[in-house]
């Protein structure tokens, strides 16, 4: 059973960087692929981005690519969700996932595993 924590979240001001880490234990991330999801009040879950398990190649979406990014550290077993340039539309809570096959990374059904979330809120 995989158990994922993010940390991470905060209160900042538009503009501003975030780095979001979520640390796996019961599981390898590199064989996982790992993405992350927000949801603001009153909405959906969309989905950020994720990690595919060999080569580490990412996707994202479409209204994140630029200034979201995910990465991985295999030694630490933890994903990083680096978000730059934050808007206030960015305000949500993010949660990390893990899934071991998966043929849309976008929906949030396929994923097995879920962190508990964390919160992000940006001023302007």
């Known amino acids: 059973q995989v158990q994922l924590v993010e940390s991470g979240g905060g209160l900042v001001q538009a503009g501003t960087s975030l780095r979001l880490s979520c640390a796996a234990s019961g599981g390898t991330v590199s064989t996982y692929i790992m993405g992350w999801f927000r949801q603001a009040p009153g909405k959906e879950r969309e989905f950020v981005g994720a990690i595919r398990k060999s080569g580490g190649r990412t996707v994202s979406a479409d209204s994140v690519k630029g200034r979201l990014s995910i990465s991985r550290d295999n030694v630490k077993n933890t994903v990083y969700l680096q978000m730059n340039s934050l808007k206030p539309e960015d305000t949500a809570v993010y949660y990390c996932?893990?899934?071991?096959?998966?043929?849309?990374?976008?929906?949030?059904?396929?994923?097995?595993?879920w962190g508990q979330g964390t919160q992000v809120t940006v001023s302007s």
């Open positions: 996932v893990a899934t071991q096959f998966t043929q849309d990374y976008s929906d949030p059904t396929l994923y097995d595993y």
